[in-house]
């Protein structure tokens, strides 16, 4: 794993899903342009990335996945409108989706094999560096409750200070009863390199995908893997209950519209 001085450059989003968790919404539009009260899930994710240092975007897309592109990219015909009609505030909401100093490159990923294999397709842009993974699906991370490591990676291993285990075993989706224990591997990764060859030299796991915690885990036998217990609030947005509790305490949360929003739930007969 890359040292505490190492600066991450460069961050992966693998959006190349079907989303069918999502139809018929997801039929004709990517899921991660699925919006939380005003912003699709992937612009939350690239803000994160963004916020962190990073300055290099690489999403990995499938063939309907245009409208990813679209959104970061000058949007002129709006702006001009915006512009002409003296709705400025509007404006620059528009343009701050892609910062200046930001860069997007796209790879499409041509058959549905797996995360491992979505990471791999990137490879190429990546480089020979450090980088990051970030899931859409996920907009922030917490603990993992007994009833959904199924759903998850599991890791397990030797904690080393607050919050930080160096890991010895990872399991992709493990039924309750065989998970080591309940830390799950949310949507948030920093990578070396090497995970690449790991990646390329794995067989289909879990679901017969190829799976990045697959290619994790193999890395372990040469470089040291650390997991980091983040206690914050994890959307599963891949899920309809997680995405409506994440529209829901967003909404509740937005300077413009949490107040009112908070009345009119209170009016409810729940």
Known sequence: MPTPSTRIRKAVFPVAGFGTRFLPATKAQPKEMLPVVDKPLIQYAVEEAYAAGIRDMIFVTGRNKRAIEDHYDTAYELE????????????????????????????????????GHAVLCAEHLVGNEPFAVLLADDLMVGPVGGAHVKRYGIVAGESIGDDLVKVDRMIEKPSPDKAPSRLGVAGRYILTPGVFDEIRNQPKGAGGEIQLTDGIAALMKKEAVYAYAYKGTRYDCGSKEGFLQASVELALAHPEVGGQFREYLKSLEL
Not at 99 to 115: A, E
């Open 80 to 115: 001009s409108q915006l512009e002409a009609s003296g709705k400025l505030e509007l404006l620059n909401i528009a343009r701050s989706v892609m910062p200046d100093d930001m860069t997007c490159s796209y790879v499409r990923q041509p058959r549905m094999l797996g995360l």
